[in-house]
């Protein structure tokens, strides 16, 4: 019996380990299943840190992007301080050039038309080269008193009804540098 008994036993054990390795094969099919999941699938404090990591580097490079922005338009508004009426005193410049040949030829003539007519020239070519950088004189004739860009500096009674209130002389012409008043123009105003 003892034959039969080990047989038995042999049959039992070889029954018993194959039973014991499907039940291996199935947890390393689990295994690889869940490893499979697990690197599909970050876990949520992976997920977390990720994100945490990326917006990170983006808020970094926002406050360098701004930082960068900020230093530039400084650099711009202090070259446009400095160099800002280039353009202007460029403009000007042939009108210096005109006043200074007037001055030389003046000298050689005593007919005080021509020096007239020169002067008349060059404040012509001046006030070109002013409306076109944008300066434009303040109308004030037969205008209404207007206190955002008259300057009242006389009163000037007994002038009747139609003359109440309107500029009656200009004493100094006023100007505007685009729709900007620049300088006031002093006028004597009708009581």
Request: with cysteine; hydrophobic share 35%; charged share 35%.
């Amino acid at each position: 019996m003892k034959e039969k008994d080990i047989n038995i036993e042999e049959g039992d054990s070889l029954q018993q380990e194959q039973e014991a390795q499907p039940e291996v094969e199935n947890n390393a099919e689990t295994e690889e299943v869940s490893t499979a999941e697990a690197k599909a699938e970050p876990s949520p404090e992976e997920q977390a840190e990720a994100q945490i990591a990326e917006l990170k580097d983006k808020y970094l490079r926002s406050v360098a992007e701004f930082d960068n922005y900020r230093k530039r338009t400084l650099k711009e508004r202090a070259e446009l301080i400095l160099n800002g009426g280039e353009k202007v005193l460029t403009a000007i410049l042939p009108v210096v050039d005109d006043m200074e040949r007037a001055i030389d030829n003046g000298a050689k003539t005593d007919d005080p038309q021509v020096l007239r007519e020169g002067m008349e020239l060059i404040y012509h070519k001046l006030m070109k080269v002013l409306e076109s950088q944008g300066v434009s004189l303040i109308d004030t004739n037969d205008a209404d008193f207007d206190t955002d860009i008259h300057e009242a500096v006389a009163m000037v009674p007994g002038m009747g009804d139609e003359k109440k209130g309107k500029v009656i002389d200009c004493l100094q012409k006023g100007y505007k540098l685009n729709d900007k008043v620049i300088r006031h123009a002093k006028v004597a105003v009708g009581q």
